[in-house]
């Protein structure tokens, strides 16, 4: 019985890390997991948070973050749960030889760089009257963003000095 519920497990397993790889769906499931962060903490949407919520930016372009958290004095915090995952899923796979694996997690890691850097030249925090002038990017799990950091030890440092704050579950949910 055990044998046949972990190959069970381990079909289920591959068939959502197959579906995660869909960045339409990862954005999704990022989503997902953000909204329930968000609830978990007690805030209810259209209350506490808005969702897709569309502003204009001081560039003039338009830019419509994921969740926006209303905080006490007209304060918000700005966040973006679209963290690129498909290098760390790919790195995950049970027979990937040790230096592509390596290989996948740079990978991860340098996509995350480069979300960062796409998500500073967004000056999403422009867009709202007051905000702590950074953007919380939401990597939906501890893992993925442990990974990211392991393999490149400097990416929090650097994306804060972006104004784009590197958040898990574990750490939003403290901050809320």
Known sequence: TVAETTGALHQQTAVLSGALKSSNTSGAWGEMQLRRVLEHAGLLPKCDFDEQVRSISRHGKQI?????????????????????IQHF????????????????L???????????EALSAKDYWSGFDSTPEAVLCFVPSEAI????????PDLLDRAMAKRVLLVSPATLLSAL
């Open 64 to 84: 419509r973050p994921d969740a926006v958290v209303h905080l006490p004095g007209g304060k918000v915090l700005v966040i973006d749960s679209k963290a690129p």
């Open 89 to 104: 899923l790919a790195a995950q796979v049970e027979d990937t030889p040790d230096a592509e694996r390596d290989r996948l």
């Open 106 to 116: 740079h990978a991860h890691s340098a996509a995350l760089t480069g979300h960062v």
């Open 145 to 152: 963003l442990a990974t990211a950091v392991r393999t490149d």
